[in-house]
T-cell receptor, first 116, second 111 residues
């Protein structure tokens, strides 16, 4: 039990669908993250939230829309995705973010997304 | 972008052998972490190194941070099948809000 849960674990969607990924952390952390993990590519940081405020957005296409209603929940809204968006989407949390220190990140098990 | 290159990309060894995984960059990192990811799971932190030249040991795993804080290595002694997984290094960027993960080393330990 990592303290970070993600739903659904698997998702298949067409390019015209709209779906949402959900992440919840039970660790009392202030920061939450979305990552994309594709085959043969490094783990890519997509978004960073600190106390419900987005502090980093790494040039992610607008078809990915994050939402952080409180420090325990993080969503990733998906619409009109492309086949190349198929990947494992990982959520993580950490005590804090910022400065030059690396905080331990606790990852969820991920959502395996397939876009057809 | 602060790129972290890991080598080797894939490694398959027999139980009981020793191995070393490398994480290299042209950039300086204030600190660096190593994670292990098992199939169907998210990465789990193994260690954080902060000081150039620092060496940390975690049972059969030895981690070293380069003197210039641009590279790191992970050495496993007498590998076990339970060590199988994807090993990832990660470094903090200048702002602290950016985290760069390495390209990963997929290790398989054969019983």
């Amino acid at each position: 039990e990592t303290g970070v849960t993600q739903t659904p674990r698997h998702l298949v969607m067409g390019m015209t669908n709209k779906k949402s990924l959900k992440c919840e952390q039970h660790l009392g952390h202030n920061a939450m993250y979305w990552y994309k993990q594709s085959a043969k590519k490094p783990l890519e940081l997509m978004f960073v939230y600190s106390l419900e405020e987005r502090v980093e957005n790494n040039s992610v296409p607008s078809r990915f829309s994050p939402e952080c209603p409180n420090s325990s929940h993080l969503f990733l809204h998906l619409h009109t995705l492309q086949p190349e968006d198929s990947a494992l989407y990982l959520c993580a949390s950490s005590q804090d973010v910022g400065g030059t220190a690396l905080y331990e990140q606790y990852f969820g098990p991920g959502t395996r997304l397939t876009v057809t | 972008t602060q790129l972290l290159e890991q080598s080797p990309q894939f490694l398959s060894i027999q139980e009981g052998e020793n191995l070393t995984v490398y994480c290299n960059s042209s950039s300086v990192f204030s600190s660096l972490q190593w994670y292990r990811q098992e199939p169907g799971e998210g990465p789990v932190l193994l260690v954080t190194v902060v000081t150039g030249g620092e060496v940390k040991k975690l049972k059969r795993l030895t981690f070293q941070f380069g003197d210039a804080r641009k590279d790191s290595s992970l050495h496993i002694t007498a590998a076990q099948p339970g060590d199988t997984g994807l090993y990832l290094c990660a470094g903090a960027g200048r702002t602290g809000n950016q985290f760069y993960f390495g390209t990963g080393t997929s290790l398989t330990v054969i019983p």
